[in-house]
C-alpha cells in the first residue's frame, strides 16, 4: 500500500490539491492494480483550528498502518512553515519504521523559510531531507535549491513538473467584446492581486477594452475595496472558489491569464492556461520559466512591477494576433511537455524505486480523475 500525505488530501482548494486529485484520480482509472490512500493531515474545510485533531487522526492511522506492514512507501507532499513541522513528524515516523519516504515539495516560500530560520531549525530541515529515500521538486530553480543548500542530505532529488487536465481541443475565442483577462488562486498579498488591480487602473490600461474575472477563495473584501477605489468595480467580478468544473469553464471562456505572483512552485493556474490555450503574463517565479517561454508561450513581468504589468497587459488587450501567437505557443507547450500520462509513468517508477512492487492488490481505496506532460530526474552527486 502506498500512503500519501497531503494537506486537505484531494479536496484542499488549492494548487496542491489539485495536483494530488489529478495523479490519484489518473491512477485509479488506468492503473486499478496500485493500491493507495490519501491522507488528509490538515483538514478539507482549511480550518486551523480543527487542523491539530485532523493531524492528531492522520498521525493515529499511520502508526497503525506501519504497525501492521501494511505500508510500502509514503508519499508526503509538504509546503513550507507549519507544514515543514507537521510533515517532519510524518517522515520521522516513517523512518522509525523504516517505510521508505518520497517527500514531495511545493513550497514557494521553503527557501526563504531556510535562509531566514534559526539554525536549530535549520539543522531539523537538513535531517529531515536525509530521512527522505528521494525528493520530488517541480522544476530545475527548485533542484539547485535543494541541492545546493542541503548537498549529500539530498540523496535523490527528481525534477517532475505538475500536471492539469486539459481539453481535447482549444476552445473557439472570436476575439469580438472586451478581452477577458482571467486571475484563478488564492486571493492573499503574495498572489500579486494588489498589483494586477493598480495595473488595470494605469492611464495606459483603463481606458482600453478589458474586464477581469477574479476566481479564488481569500480575501475578496480587501480587493473588492481596492477595485472600488480605483475605479474597476464595473469591469471586476468576483466569483469566489470554484470548483474543477467552474474553473474549466472560466477557462475557456478567457482569452489572457495572469498570474502576478510574487512567490510560486509551479503554479497549476498557468498549466491549466497552457491546457486551455490562453494567452498567459505572469512573474518569473520558482518554476514558472520551465513551463514558459518568454515571448513564445506567454509574456513575463518582474513581480510586484506595476508599470511592466500595465505594459503587458496593454500590449495583450490592443494585439490578437500576439494573444494568438501566444495561445498557439502555450498549447503546443502544454501538448508536448506536460501530458499527465507521462507523469503518472514517471511516477511510478519514482514509487518502484522506492519500495513499491507491483504485486497488486484489488482496487485502490481513493478514486477521483485527469490528464497532462513532462519530467526530468536529476540525481545528486
Avoid at 510500502?72 to 517532519?88: D, I, P
Wanted: proline content about 6%; glycine content about 8%.
Amino acid at each position: 500500500m502506498i500512503y500519501i500525505v497531503s494537506p486537505g488530501g484531494t479536496r484542499e482548494k488549492g494548487g496542491m490539491g489539485r495536483i494530488v486529485d489529478n495523479f490519484t484520480s489518473d491512477l485509479a482509472r488506468h492503473n486499478p492494480e496500485v493500491r493507495f490512500e490519501v491522507i488528509d493531515t490538515y483538514g478539507p474545510d482549511a480550518n486551523f483550528r480543527r487542523m491539530p485533531f485532523h493531524f492528531a487522526l492522520a498521525m493515529l492511522k499511520l502508526c497503525g498502518c506501519f504497525l501492521l506492514g501494511r505500508a510500502q512507501l509514503v508519499h508526503v507532499h509538504m509546503a513550507e512553515y507549519g507544514s515543514v513541522v507537521r510533515k517532519g513528524a510524518v517522515v520521522l515516523l516513517a523512518a522509525l519504521f523504516r517505510v521508505p519516504v518520497v517527500l514531495h515539495l511545493h513550497a514557494g516560500r521553503f527557501p526563504e523559510q531556510v535562509q531566514t530560520s534559526h539554525p536549530a531549525l535549520r539543522w531539523a530541515i537538513t535531517r529531515l531531507i536525509g530521512l527522505a529515500s528521494e525528493i520530488i521538486v517541480l522544476g530545475e530553480y527548485w533542484r539547485t535549491f535543494v541541492m545546493e543548500t542541503f548537498g549529500e542530505h539530498a540523496r535523490r532529488v527528481t525534477v517532475l513538473h505538475n500536471a492539469v487536465p486539459g481539453p481535447d481541443r482549444v476552445p473557439e475565442r472570436t476575439g469580438e467584446g472586451p478581452v477577458h483577462i482571467l486571475f484563478l488562486g488564492r486571493l492573499i498579498k503574495l498572489k500579486g492581486i494588489h498589483v494586477l488591480l493598480d495595473a488595470l487602473a494605469a492611464e495606459d490600461c483603463k481606458g482600453r477594452p478589458w474586464r477581469l474575472t477574479i476566481a479564488g477563495d481569500g480575501d475578496l473584501e480587501t480587493y473588492r475595496t481596492q477595485a472600488a477605489a480605483l475605479g474597476l468595480a464595473d469591469r471586476v467580478t468576483f466569483t469566489g472558489w470554484l470548483d474543477q468544473p467552474g474553473c474549466r469553464r472560466l477557462l475557456a471562456e478567457a482569452d489572457v491569464l495572469v498570474q502576478p505572483s510574487m512567490y510560486e512552485g509551479l503554479p497549476m493556474a498557468v498549466l491549466e492556461a497552457m491546457a486551455h490555450g490562453l494567452a498567459i503574463v505572469a512573474t518569473p517565479v520558482g518554476s514558472v520559466p520551465d513551463a514558459i517561454e518568454d515571448g513564445r508561450s506567454g509574456l513575463f513581468v518582474p513581480p510586484g512591477n506595476t508599470a511592466a504589468l500595465a505594459n503587458a497587459l496593454t500590449r495583450v488587450i490592443d494585439d490578437a494576433e500576439l494573444r494568438r501567437t501566444l495561445s498557439e505557443g502555450a498549447r503546443e507547450r502544454f501538448m508536448r511537455s506536460f501530458d499527465i500520462a507521462v507523469y503518472r509513468e514517471r511516477l511510478l517508477e519514482i514509487y518502484r524505486r522506492n519500495g513499491w512492487t507491483d504485486a497488486a492488490a484489488p482496487a485502490p481505496t481513493h478514486t477521483h480523475a485527469a490528464p497532462l506532460k513532462s519530467v526530468t530526474e536529476r540525481i545528486a552527486p
